[in-house]
């Protein structure tokens, strides 16, 4: 993703350094850089909308908290929700931070415009038994029936991230020691046990994977497509997608789910929160917390189902 045409040098310069400081000494991901470019240029655009013939775009050094705030509101009147509001002023904000501590503008404008109340959002989470439904609709008849089983284990299993799961290297693997060594955000790593089901069905998918024609870039890959290549995330995407309907399944499931179904079954049977934050790879504990009042969703929910006068 590029910046927009014609904003001039000094706003092309701010986001050409800025993508540099988010790679280099952030060590963000390709994703998440442009989720921030596409945040500023959004900015842009309303500027320039705004702007007219007698008029021109402001420098980064005039731009005021009012401007952040008309932004807002065109955002909020094109239907966006208060959350990803939230996001965006979120990238605006780490851009004008970058830009102040650079010293290119004397102060961030965005520090007095109050973040939207985005509230509490509540992921989908899968039980026991779903899960299960939908490892036992998995065609172990097909050539790559045990990779898709695989795929569920390992991503139930260890709570993976789906681009985890797709870069996850047979060098990273130590099935003797029972854990694997994960690269997650900005490249951070941690260690994440790996219980037998995962194994087992690692070890049943290996022949099929060893018979491929693999390309020499991709051979320390674990999970391959059937040309040998390393797996999409768009094709994790489309096998969870699949057996989820199969199982006939009335949610909406993503890859993520089977990663805060990991999480919330860990704590729903008494694993400490510090461990369950170090195993997702979350850089804070306040991100991790969202599981705590998924246990509570659950226990209010049952209670509900249950009690004589709900």
């Keep these: 993703m590029k910046a927009i045409p014609g904003i001039g040098k000094a706003w092309e310069e701010a ?57 807002l509101t065109r955002v ?20 004008f931070r970058f830009l102040t501590m ?7 404008p965005c520090s007095p415009v109050e973040s939207p109340k985005a509230g ?25 029936g045990h990779r898709n089983k695989a795929i569920i284990e390992v991503l139930y ?25 994960i690269i ?8 994440v046990p790996i219980g037998s089901h995962a194994l087992k069905a690692l070890r ?14 991709d051979d320390d890959y674990v999970f391959l497509n059937r040309y040998g290549r390393q797996i999409s995330r768009n094709m994790v995407f489309i096998i969870v997608r699949e057996l989820a309907s199969r199982a006939g399944l009335n949610k909406t499931i993503s890859p993520h789910t089977f990663r805060h179904s ?21 850089s804070s504990i306040l991100t991790t917390e969202i599981y705590t009042h998924l246990d509570t969703a659950f226990w209010q929910h049952a209670i509900l189902n249950h009690h004589p006068r709900p």
């Design 262 to 282: 990991f999480a919330t079954h860990l704590i729903e049977n008494g694993a400490d929160l510090r461990v369950v934050q170090e195993m997702l790879g979350h």
């Design 120 to 144: 509490r959002h509540l992921p989908v989470v899968l039980s026991l038994n779903e899960i299960e439904k939908i490892l036992n609709t998995v065609d172990l008849s097909i050539p790559e």
């Design 76 to 95: 909020t009147d094109s239907g966006s929700s208060p959350r990803t509001q939230a996001r965006i002023l979120s990238g605006l904000n780490a851009f």
């Design 15 to 71: 986001l050409n350094d800025f993508m540099i400081y988010l790679r280099l000494e952030r060590s963000l991901s390709e994703n998440t850089r442009n989720a921030y470019l596409h945040d500023v240029n959004m900015f842009l655009e309303h500027l320039i909308h705004r702007s007219s013939s007698r008029e021109s775009l402001p420098e980064p050094p005039q731009i005021r908290d009012k401007h952040i705030e008309s932004f």
């Design 204 to 217: 049943l998918y290996y022949p099929w994977r060893n018979s491929l024609n693999i390309k020499p870039a």
């Design 157 to 181: 299993g260890c709570g993976l991230r789906v681009s985890e799961l797709t870069g996850l290297k047979i060098s990273q693997m130590f099935p003797d020691q029972g854990f694997i060594r």
């Design 184 to 191: 997650g955000k900005g490249d951070k790593q941690r260690l």
């Design 102 to 108: 650079e010293k290119r503008i004397e102060a961030n």
